[in-house]
């Protein structure tokens, strides 16, 4: 069974810089891809970034990256520059294949970022 | 990039009624799913929403209890049948297959209290 592990319930980070939001997973299929999301107060789920198992570079998008250990089996979400708009709920997800979100989502329990000014 | 909406956006229902969302997306998609949100918790796969047959549902989720339509591919509804306050969540509709990207986006979410 997949399984994902968030170990931080919260975090804080002064404006500007950048914060490293921890992910690990465990499943035994060849195959799979990694989500991350964010979720603000208003309760609606925003894709940030995704990595497919096979991928040889680590995804970016912007301010954010993930950084992607395979042996070590994490998945460490990297926002730069901090922004007071960063503030919210942050979930990593995986699915089974590599063809991104066509299979059901397995979410971690989450991470709350909170940035001060 | 396409739109996905949910309605409605919140309700509050008395235990033992039920409530319909709906989820529609302004272009057609390949997979729709349900998820719950409850009240500090992560989320869970209710059903993936099957075009034009009955959904598959996951382990701790029963047809009577969550009925799924989804008679198009842009369109789909949840029903959360004889409430208790337990079913008090976030109800959230998923797509994947927009525009050919493998991405799964989300619906907005709709808050259900149920007192």
């Known amino acids: 069974a997949q399984k994902i592990t968030q170990t931080q319930p919260g975090m804080f980070v002064q404006e500007k810089e950048a914060v490293t939001l921890d992910c690990t997973y465990d499943?035994?299929?060849?195959?799979?891809?990694l989500f991350w999301y964010k979720q603000p107060s208003s309760g609606e789920m925003i894709f940030l970034i995704y990595?497919?198992?096979?991928?040889?570079q680590n995804a970016t998008e912007g301010r954010y990256s993930l950084n992607f250990q395979k042996a070590r089996k994490s998945a460490n979400l990297v926002i730069s520059a901090s922004q007071l708009g960063d503030s919210a709920m942050y979930f990593c997800?995986?699915?089974?294949?590599?063809?991104?979100?066509?299979?059901?989502?397995?979410f971690g329990a989450g991470t709350r970022l909170a940035v001060h000014p | 990039s396409a739109v996905i909406s949910q309605k409605p956006s919140r309700d509050i229902c008395q235990r033992g009624t039920s409530l319909t969302i709906q989820c529609q997306v302004d272009?057609?998609?390949?997979?729709m799913f349900w998820y719950r949100q409850q009240p500090g918790q992560s989320l869970t796969l209710i059903a993936t929403?099957?075009?034009?047959?009955?959904?598959?549902?996951e382990s701790g989720f029963v047809i009577d209890k969550f009925p799924i339509s989804r008679p198009n591919l842009t369109f789909s509804t949840l029903t959360v049948s004889n409430m208790s306050p337990e079913d008090s969540s976030i109800y959230l509709c998923?797509?994947?297959?927009?525009?050919?990207?493998?991405?799964?986006?989300f619906g907005p979410g709709t808050r259900l209290t149920v007192l």
């Open positions: 998923s797509v994947a297959g927009l525009a050919g990207t493998d991405t799964q986006y």
């Open positions: 499943t035994s299929d060849p195959s799979y891809g």
């Open positions: 272009s057609q998609v390949t997979m």
């Open positions: 929403a099957n075009q034009g047959s009955e959904a598959t549902y």
């Open positions: 990595q497919g198992s096979y991928d040889q």
């Open positions: 997800a995986m699915t089974k294949a590599p063809s991104g979100g066509y299979n059901k989502l397995i």
